[in-house]
């Protein structure tokens, strides 16, 4: 009988919070959407090629085989054909590349042919982006698989009087193949693309949780009432609650950029330490006001529970902080640009991996404040209509 | 020094307060009687401007609406719910209070043990909250709102769930506060202790149903007690 009494009772109590049920009915569809996208994986490496004089003899054959490849989609580039200066190609390529173009550019000239010819290796070379592990390994296992295919089907014959006769009349050496990095190197594990995402990801998480809570404690207890009324504003008290919890998610911070130091195997300079606090502060502090907004909407503990998954878990799938949000639909590309995380995650990589300076990643830095101003402005919103109406 | 005109609240379809006009004057321990649910933590909140009439005008301390920060800083308000922090010691959270409302230094810490001695928690100032008993929880409550000195006081339940001889005790405090000067505006259930208001007022439904000395009031309705001149007046209609 008590059973059926406890039990009847949470029946009744969850059906009258509405948002409680929204929550509890919804929320498993919209996590499997997200998670079903991140897993589809039909991302494919961005791949440019540029010859120079061996069309014929190389560029179509080689291309035609990596163009099965699903992992590799061939893209055009804006680099003119009459260009044929290498150092100058070699400019033009690095800057497609930066541009995003391309995570990757196989690059042939006639030095090949002629090596060849006279019986050397002769190489090719691999212009790779290299902040993104997957698309570099990737392009390096295509063009790789494609030459091995190649120089058994074509090989090069140097003295065609002897063809069968004498091994040595027919260049059947493995191609060299050169790579060059616009970022990171050959020792560029996997990992460190992840790496520089994680304090970010970390102090965003637990300074929402920890403000969310503590703010809505200071409601449902009534000190919070009392602020209001004492002489001191609004804002102040926000500022108050700010500079109390960044003390913590300072020292939180410096523990987790210290451990990824000692994980990463790349070496920092202090301004990219640096870069990545001010990018920690401002995710703190977006956080911060985030929690506090949560908590006021929230008419319950329940309720302002029920925020942290919500905000959290979209925050991980569409931040771009494992998954690639190319591999998402338009909708949530979009989404994903109002996720302050997403700028953090594109700020802390391209600062710690591609080496850029703060000021370069301006637009982000400026969208981080911009979330914080306009968390700061809808929760005072929220929070004086609550008190004039309570 | 507190004037009501036309104040009224209304809370959806629900009318808390109902065009109440009632003027307080300074100095004087004034008490808010009324069963539960009549208005009377609202009408406390509107005066603390916690929340904002539907209707009507609050003067107090000749200033209309009580929000600028002078008033605030002349403004004591014990709420009914226990609004401090358990985590923190007794003198803590009196301390915090206190520099809420402007106080630092050695006027802090004088005032700080005089409240302590006040509400008889000097052997306590160390304790956190959560380790001491409700009773001494609802003293930290007064000790807070009493640490700016301020010339009004307002006090919600101030006794609720309070053993009768602490009770007897709060009213002696607020006795000595009356005599330093300080104006008190108290809401009780126990409404025999409010004898020892000198005015009172009786609110049901939003509405003042009674108003006086409470010796007149008891012998308007022939009554020996307080309590009993309350039932009395609520059953009249
Ligand atoms: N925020 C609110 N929203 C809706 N109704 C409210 C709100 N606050 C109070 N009320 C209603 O206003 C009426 C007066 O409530 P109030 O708390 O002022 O009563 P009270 O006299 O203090 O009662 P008690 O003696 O139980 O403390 C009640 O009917 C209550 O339900
Ligand atoms: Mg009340």
Known sequence: MAIRWIALRIIQEIIRDRRTMAFFLLVPIVVMTLIYYALLEDEKAKLGVVTRGVARFYEYPLVSVIEEDEDIEIVSLDIPDKETDPAELDRLIMEEMKKGKAHGILYMDQQLLSERFAGERGAIHIYLEGSRPTSTAAIFSSIAEAMDDLTETMPVVIDAECSAKCANSVNIKAIEIKKHYLYGSEDYRLIDYFLPVFPTFFVFFFTFIISTITFQRERVRGTLERLLIAPVSFSQIILGYISGFIIFSSVQALIIIGYILALIQISFTPHQLFALGVTLFLIMIVALTMGLLASFMAMNEFQAIQFIPLVILPQIFLSDMIWRIESFPLVFQWISYGLPLTHANIISRKVMLQNQSLWENWPQLLSLGGFFLFFMLVMSLVALKRNKNN | ?237
């Open chain 2, 1 to 237: 020094m507190l004037k009501i005109e036309g104040l009224t609240k209304r809370f959806g379809k629900l009318t808390a307060i109902d065009n109440l006009n009632l003027n307080i004057p300074e100095g004087l321990k004034f008490g808010l009687l009324g069963p539960n649910g009549s208005g009377k933590t609202t009408l406390l909140r509107m005066i603390t401007g916690l929340i904002e009439p539907t209707h009507g005008k609050i003067t107090l301390f000749g200033k209309w609406t009580p929000t600028s920060r002078m008033i605030r800083r002349r403004v004591g308000y014990m709420p009914q719910q226990t609004a401090v922090y358990p985590g923190l010691t007794v003198s803590e959270n009196i301390r915090f209070f206190g520099r809420i409302y402007g106080l630092s230094g050695r006027p802090l810490e004088d005032r700080l043990n005089d409240i302590l001695e006040l509400v008889e928690l000097g052997d306590k100032k160390k304790e956190v909250l959560s380790n001491l008993s409700g009773g001494m929880v609802r003293r930290v409550l007064l000790a807070t709102a009493l640490i700016h000195n301020p010339p009004l006081l307002i006090l919600d339940e101030p006794t609720a769930g309070v053993d009768p001889v602490l009770r007897l005790k709060f009213w002696d405090w607020v006795d000595l506060l009356v005599k330093q000067g300080v104006s008190i505006i108290i809401t009780t259930h126990h409404i025999s202790e409010a004898e020892r208001s000198d005015q009172v007022v009786f609110l049901r439904e939003g509405k003042i149903i009674q108003q006086g000395k409470p010796f007149d009031i008891m012998k308007r309705f022939q009554a020996n007690n307080l309590e009993a001149a309350f039932v009395r007046s609520t059953n009249l209609k």
